[in-house]
T-cell receptor, first 114, second 110 residues
Framework: EAGVAQSPRYKIIEKRQSVAFWCNPI?????LYWYQQILGQGPKLLIQ????????DSQLPKDRFSAERLKGVDSTLKIQPAKLEDSAVYLC????????????FGPGTRLTVL | GESVGLHLPTLSVQEGDNSIINCAYS??????FIWYKQESGKGPQFIID?????DKRQGQRVTVLLNKTVKHLSLQIAATQPGDSAVYFC?????????FGSGTKLNVKP
């Protein structure tokens, strides 16, 4: 079974630029998560999808971050415009369903904002 | 968000010894807990989980203990190996949202 795929693996941008990350979850997984992991900290949930609907985006900075999962499979996370404090690893995870299901994480995208 | 913390940021153990990593959580309504291992440059990897109706769960070389009275979670690794060196996170699930602690770095000395 293929794991969660993410791209790109690394991205360096200037502040105020835009950036997008892509995630392909494990086939058949209904729930998809985007996390932000700042160096030395645990992952922080940004947004959670159930199929193509958002079930939780309470910690997503909506003035600059957006995410979509149009067909209930792949997802993209966008930052526009980026700030220095957005430098982090962005992790995508998927699970069969919500709550008590094991999450499988992708390798992450390391974003550096200069 | 809820508070999920760890008592020690770094733990050093000798190869072959047992390791114990601790975690405190603040929300008594959390009903599902997970331990993850994260190696450098990789995403977190599931180790073991436990539901709130259990006190103990064992896996291969790992045991998770849950003490709901004091809201404490621990991960025990038996016969620690160099490959166990990583950062370990506990996470709690509260109303279908996962909250992660800040992690404990485990160093295994040969």
């Amino acid at each position: 079974e293929a794991g969660v795929a993410q791209s790109p693996r690394y991205k360096i941008i200037e502040k105020r630029q835009s950036v997008a990350f892509w995630c392909n979850p494990i086939s058949g997984h209904a729930t998809l998560y985007w996390y932000q992991q700042i160096l030395g900290q645990g992952p922080k949930l940004l947004i959670q999808f159930q199929n193509n609907g958002v079930v939780d985006d309470s910690q997503l900075p909506k003035d600059r971050f957006s995410a979509e999962r149009l067909k209930g499979v792949d997802s993209t996370l966008k930052i526009q415009p980026a700030k220095l404090e957005d430098s982090a690893v962005y992790l995508c995870a998927s699970s069969r369903d919500r709550g008590g299901s094991e999450q499988f994480f992708g390798p992450g995208t390391r974003l550096t904002v200069l | 968000g809820e508070s999920v913390g760890l008592h020690l940021p770094t733990l050093s153990v000798q190869e072959g010894d047992n390791s114990i990593i601790n975690c405190a959580y603040s929300n008594s309504a959390s009903d599902y807990f997970i331990w993850y291992k994260q190696e450098s440059g990789k995403g977190p990897q599931f180790i073991i989980d436990i539901r709130s109706n259990m006190d103990k769960r064992q896996g291969q070389r790992v045991t998770v203990l849950l003490n709901k009275t004091v809201k404490h979670l621990s991960l025990q690794i038996a016969a620690t190996q160099p490959g166990d060196s990583a950062v370990y996170f506990c996470a709690e699930n509260d109303f279908n949202k996962f909250y992660f602690g800040s992690g404990t770095k485990l160093n295994v000395k040969p």
